[in-house]
């Protein structure tokens, strides 16, 4: 597989055309005043950071509220679906430039306009600026993975893109292991210096996200004391579905069944049984590099999602939508 040029693409302008539409739905269908408590606390972050209020929702989101506050600096009435709108776009572009032709236009404009896509972007939340910074970074990582002569300076740049999108959703940190699996691959004598500008690249936005989650609870201690609680409400009190249970149902049951089919549209278990084969089938008809960013990368996510996360949000699932609109699009069963 080769990458096309963006010059002289003849897919890049209706590419440009869908993301361009994509942030005037986003824009446009934004809330004027919050429908949930979450984002009570994010549009409250705009003004004031304090996590122990829950000003965003622990554990902050810094780049996604850093970015939101730029936005309503630039005058945006809705500042973080205008922030969203904008990374969506870059993303898509860069998509479409790195992959390349009709396949690389059909899975930035179908992560684009997915109905779940605009409506999460249109939302004073992190979840779609986390998404979009996450897909440009796994494309800018397959690029540098593809390549056969890759600088290591240049995984600097794919790391920091993979960083802040962890600063903007701190959960995303469970798709670094495609970054690891991409290192691992390199040639060994690329491998060191590689491993280290990785580093280097991650570890500012890390920086910056410990340093905000600190200020935001005053200090280091209440930072940990609430991260140890926060975690353990993930994986007992609110997380792996408890919404989602029947009433009665014991708290400690293997609740991840009952709320898997809400979480698929009530489509029940034919609805989680094809999205599950599909899923498995475009895996396995795609190219190795995109099998391994969906098993070292996507999987661990996934699971974080299923186990850990209220499966009655669909807005947890949002990253995972471009990997997947790429396993469609380069799926060989669509032919050439």
């Known amino acids: 597989m080769t990458f096309a040029s963006a010059r002289g693409d003849p ?3 209706p590419t440009l055309a869908a993301g361009l539409l994509a942030g005037a739905l986003v824009v446009a269908s ?5 429908a949930t408590f979450d984002e009570v606390s994010f549009l409250a972050a705009l003004a004031r950071y304090d996590l122990l209020s829950f000003e965003p929702h622990f554990p902050g989101y810094p780049f996604a509220v ?7 600096a630039l005058g945006a009435e809705a500042p973080y679906a205008a922030s969203s709108a904008f990374l969506a776009l870059l993303a898509a572009l860069r998509i479409q430039g790195v992959l390349g ?3 690389g236009a059909l899975c930035a404009s179908l992560s684009l306009l997915a109905p779940l896509a605009v409506r999460e972007g249109a939302r004073p939340m992190s979840d779609a600026a986390g998404t979009w910074l996450l897909a440009w970074a796994l494309v800018e990582l397959w690029r540098l993975h593809r390549s056969p002569h890759v600088r290591p300076a240049a995984w600097l740049g794919g790391a920091a893109l993979l960083g802040a999108a962890c600063a903007a959703k701190p959960d ?3 798709f670094n292991s495609a970054l690891a699996g991409a290192l691992a691959a390199r040639p060994a004598p690329e491998r060191p210096a590689a491993v ?3 580093g280097l690249g991650l570890a500012v936005p890390a920086a910056l996200g410990v340093w905000a989650l600190a ?7 209440p930072a940990t004391g609430e991260a140890l609680r926060f975690g353990a409400g993930h994986l007992g009190d609110w997380g792996g579905g408890v919404a989602s249970q029947h009433p009665g149902a014991g708290l400690r049951a293997a609740r991840f069944f009952a709320a898997l089919p809400p979480a698929l549209g009530a489509m029940g278990g034919l609805g989680a049984a094809v999205l599950a084969s599909t899923s498995l089938l ?3 008809r795609a190219p190795r590099a995109l099998r391994r960013a969906a098993v070292v990368g996507a999987l661990p996510y996934a699971l974080w999602v299923l186990f850990a996360q209220n499966l009655e949000h669909p807005r947890h699932l949002l990253p995972l939508l471009p990997l997947g609109c790429a396993l469609l699009a380069h799926s060989s069963l669509l032919g050439r």
């Open 66 to 72: 850093g970015l939101a506050r730029l936005a309503a």
């Open 282 to 284: 475009l895996v396995l």
């Open 172 to 174: 995303l940190l469970f």
């Open 11 to 13: 897919w890049r302008l």
């Open 196 to 198: 280290l500008a990785a």
């Open 30 to 34: 934004a809330a004027r005043s919050p």
């Open 101 to 103: 032709g009709a396949r």
């Open 215 to 221: 200020a935001g609870c005053g200090g280091l201690g």
